[in-house]
């Protein structure tokens, strides 16, 4: 069993950057599939962006140019580097892990990224 804890949320101009970390305590991190969800509010969680255990990588449209996903097995951590924010990105994230191959999915609480106009 995963537990993940998200960490690096807060307030931030349009423009700026932030950088979300996601620390898994368990073990076979690296068997993990990660992403990041987000959820605004007044609206569904939708996924931000994934990596897998190989490390091939997948984002929303909404978000491609601008963030990047990243993991550090050894520090079985994963990381989602957020540059030219914009207000829509104001929202609660998520980590999620799943096991490759399994359906079961662990969540963090969530950070909250807040982006001022």
């Known amino acids: 069993q995963v537990q993940l804890v998200e960490s690096g949320g807060g307030l931030v101009q349009a423009g700026g950057s932030l950088r979300l970390s996601c620390a898994a305590s368990?073990?076979?991190?690296?068997?993990?599939?990660m992403a990041w969800y987000r959820q605004a509010p007044g609206k569904e969680r939708e996924l931000v962006a994934r990596i897998t255990a190989g490390g091939s990588t997948s984002y929303a449209d909404s978000v491609k140019g601008r963030f990047t996903i990243s993991r550090d097995n050894a520090k079985s951590t994963g990381y989602l580097s957020m540059n030219s924010l914009k207000p829509e990105d104001t929202a609660v994230y998520y980590c999620?892990?799943?096991?490759?191959?399994?359906?079961?999915?662990?969540w963090g609480k969530g950070t909250l990224v807040t982006v001022s106009s």
């Open positions: 368990g073990s076979g991190f690296s068997l993990y599939v």
């Open positions: 999620n892990g799943r096991l490759t191959g399994s359906v079961m999915d662990y």
